[in-house]
């Protein structure tokens, strides 16, 4: 194939597909708007590159032969994706298009945006479908890299010229128990902890910050599924330390009936850094530049 292309001028083409049409030097030439001597000269080119006369005289003039009307199916399907590629319109159009994206995020950033997004394809992108993944910062870069996802929503520092990077948001930690008396420091480390971790066992944020600080809490329990964390809540005097957007969406929305109490996080520690994250490979694509404005409205919001 490559050698083919190499030896083959594609500019041949509209003229072999014109004479096997209309096979008259002639006539092809008035029709491309050439002269005769160049049809002449393109056709001499074509019976030297396929080893064929192409088109020999008969009583009406030229006529192609067996070989030559064998390529007819053949030119003109070629040409019709010629035509097709020159006009393709690389412009997106939420309304009509069947895209399909994968987004990777933790389940812990994923509630700001899962639910508002609902809305927003049923009235302005029916037809799009979106598939997510629960990707846990560590993995984030990997599966970016690997095109496993499209766009990943979540924290964590990724390096290499071919990521791209926009913040969201900052969203401070707070604690959740079904106790509303005052969290003190020393109440916080003393207390029994419920810690969610996709792995099981994988060092969270919170344990990080505290250990940069020379302090531990204690660990009654991990989960590795959030929201069944309250529940377990529900039922226990332990305290879960999650983003205050989840807690508030979820106490909300979906335990409203549970007598849940959010308190601020007793030590000073960074915010969590949520952005979203996407390869250079998409940066351009117009599909993925309108899902990321859309993500980007939603965590305005936030």
Known sequence: ??????????????????????????RVAAELGLTQSAVSHALSRLRGHFGDALFVRGKQGLEPTAFARSLMPLTQDLIRSMDALVAHDPKFNPATSVR??????????????????????????????????????ALAQSVVEDGAVDLYIGHGSMRGSNIKRQTLYDDVFVCVSRSGRKLTKDGYLDAKHLKLSLQGDQVGLIDGALD?????????????????????????DMIMTVPQSFAHYVTKKLFSQARMYIRPFPFAIEPLRVGQIWHVRSHNDAGHSWLRQTIKKIADKV
């Open 100 to 137: 399909h994206f994968v987004i990777g995020m933790p389940e812990l950033v994923s509630t700001p945006f899962i639910p508002q997004l609902i809305p927003i394809l049923q009235k302005a992108a029916p037809n799009i479908t979106l598939h997510f993944k629960a990707i846990s910062p």
């Open 212 to 236: 940069q600080l020379g302090l531990k809490r204690k660990h009654s329990m991990t989960l590795p599924f959030y929201l069944l964390g309250f529940d377990v809540l529900n039922m226990s």
């Open 1 to 26: 194939m490559a050698n083919a292309l190499r030896t083959l001028d594609l500019n041949l083409l509209p003229i072999l597909t014109a004479l096997l049409a209309n096979p008259s030097t002639t």
